[in-house]
């Protein structure tokens, strides 16, 4: 059992574990990060702290996250990042599927597959620590 907020993102439904959660907000002004990595959008200012926002290849083609677009602020350790969303569709207590590749979904249908928020901020920071070797940043 994982106890999840269940989210849309461009057409499509995605779990994401309450323990990485720390907010659901609306995003300021998306600021484009010059040579960032693709998996990031820009930065955007969340009570003085500046935070990446991602944007994901499986997510399905979005257009660049926008001033007053939902957002879910995930953290791991202490790293931050914000996953643009198009909606919140439910938060609750759900059992992993027999094949282990998502979540059951309560009403029946396809399995609602989890996002791996230390998987997708190790992505993002592998990919700046390589442009910084680089001296791309």
């Known amino acids: ?21 720390r907010e659901v907000t ?3 002004h998306v600021t484009p990060v010059p040579r960032a990595p ?4 820009g930065v955007v200012n969340v009570r003085g702290a ?9 997510f399905g083609e979005r257009p660049a996250p926008h001033a007053g677009e939902s957002a879910v602020l995930v953290e791991v350790e202490d790293a931050r ?13 759900l059992r992993e599927t027999d094949d282990g590749v998502g979540l ?17 901020l190790s992505d993002v920071a592998a ?11």
């Open 81 to 93: 990042a914000a996953v643009p969303i198009d909606s919140v569709q439910l938060v609750a207590t």
């Open 104 to 120: 059951a979904d309560p009403a029946g249908g396809d399995a609602i597959p989890l996002l791996d928020p230390p998987a997708l």
């Open 38 to 41: 693709d998996a990031v959008a």
């Open 127 to 137: 990919a700046a620590a390589a442009l910084a070797r680089r001296g791309l940043t």
């Open 26 to 28: 609306s995003l300021g």
């Open 1 to 21: 059992m994982r106890n999840v907020i269940v989210v849309a993102i461009g057409g499509h439904r995605y779990a994401i574990e309450l323990r990485w959660v």
């Open 50 to 58: 500046i935070v990446p926002v991602l944007r994901l290849p499986h």
